[in-house]
Every structure is written in structure tokens, then in C-alpha cells.
């Protein structure tokens, strides 16, 4: 049977529950400041740390005394997209194609390329990309201005936004690794949006 999610737990520990063949990644939720009352939202002790089981990571084809210390910078990785990932509360499970090494990888690409992302370089990208030379004259300013806004961390673009940004873009302009990265952010804020409306 493959597993397609792996499912979360709180404050679990490796003495508590260990699983052969698999290893736990842990998240310290920190407090977050409400953007509408500006005060501080404390995550209760009993539910600060998120953890999940991940199978343990192999380079099979890979023949290196240094192999070890790779694998511990790819754990290093699910840590870092795991922590990523419980930003959002509402999360009761994660993709377990996300921490294999492929789904690790990619990760490593779009984290890489978002960080260095700025409002001017997402800009010059889209013109220069088809979906730009498709659109009339009147769209492009609102388009520019909706592109732009995945430079952020935390983008302000809504789930609706997202998804006729993800209709209407030309797919090629998706396989670039700019385009990567707007994807990526627009389907975690259309997953953020359906996890809420959940609740």
C-alpha cells in the first residue's frame, strides 16, 4: 500500500513512540502576533511541538564514504519545510511525497529561488514570459501588480487570486523557476483557504 500523507502529532518523542525505519522531524510552533488586534497568540504548551514520522532517507545508488553527512543535510531540509509547513495551524497532515529525496529537492530549488526573490526581479520575469505577451494592454497593470506580490515571504494574494493566476498563466511560463515558486505559493494559499473553510 503507498502512503500518500503522513499525519502529524503533537509533542511526541523518539523514546515515546519509535517506529523502525522511519525518523521523527519535530516543529516548535512559536507565538504569532494577530495582524488585526496586534496581540500575541501563544501556542499552550501541550500543543507547541508538531512531529511527524518520515521513512528514513537512502541515496541507494550512491557509493560514499561522505554519503552520511548528505543525508543529514536532506533531514536538515524536511525539518526546515516541515517547520515551514505548521506555519499554517490548521494542518493535520503532509504530502509524504514532500520528504523523499526528490520532494526534498524541490524544495531546496524553490526555497532557494524565493529567497532571493524581490517585487523588481518577479516584475522583469513576467515580461518577459508568453502569459505576458497574451494579455491586453488594460490587464497588464493588474497583472503586474498580482505578480509582484509573490516576491513576498508571505504574499497577500487570495485563494481566488491564486487560482485564476494558476487558469490563466501559460504552462511553460510555470516550468521556469520563477513560475516554480508562484505555483508553489499559490497552492499552498488555495490548500491555507480550504483547510479554513474546513474548520
Not at 526546515?80 to 490548521?90: H, P
Not at 518577479?122 to 509573490?150: D, H, N
Not at 491564486?162 to 521556469?176: G, N, P, Q, Y
Request: proline letters at 5%; glycine letters at 4%.
Amino acid at each position: 500500500m503507498t502512503i500518500t500523507s503522513l499525519v502529524l502529532l503533537v509533542n511526541a518523542t523518539n523514546g515515546d513512540t519509535a517506529k523502525p525505519g522511519y525518523v521523527l522531524i519535530s516543529a516548535n510552533l512559536k507565538n504569532k502576533v494577530d495582524p488585526k488586534t496586534k496581540k500575541e497568540i501563544e501556542v499552550p504548551a501541550a500543543l507547541r511541538y508538531r512531529n511527524v514520522w518520515i521513512p528514513e532517507l537512502s541515496l541507494p545508488s550512491v557509493e560514499s564514504k561522505f554519503v552520511s553527512a548528505l543525508l543529514v543535510k536532506f533531514y536538515e531540509l524536511a525539518k526546515s519545510q516541515f517547520t515551514a509547513t505548521m506555519e499554517d495551524r490548521s494542518v493535520q497532515s503532509v504530502p509524504s511525497a514532500d520528504y523523499t529525496i526528490d520532494g526534498l529537492l524541490r524544495y531546496f530549488e524553490l526555497d532557494a529561488v524565493s529567497g532571493r526573490l524581490t517585487t523588481d526581479s518577479v516584475v522583469a520575469w513576467f515580461k518577459t514570459t508568453a502569459t505576458y505577451s497574451t494579455l491586453v494592454p488594460e490587464k497588464l497593470p493588474t497583472w503586474i501588480e498580482t505578480i509582484g506580490k509573490f516576491a513576498a515571504g508571505n504574499h497577500s494574494n487570495n485563494a481566488n487570486t491564486c487560482r485564476s493566476v494558476l487558469a490563466k498563466i501559460v504552462t511553460t511560463d510555470l516550468d521556469t523557476p520563477i513560475g516554480k515558486v508562484i505555483a508553489d505559493k499559490c497552492e499552498k494559499r488555495i490548500a491555507e483557504s480550504q483547510s479554513a473553510a474546513e474548520l
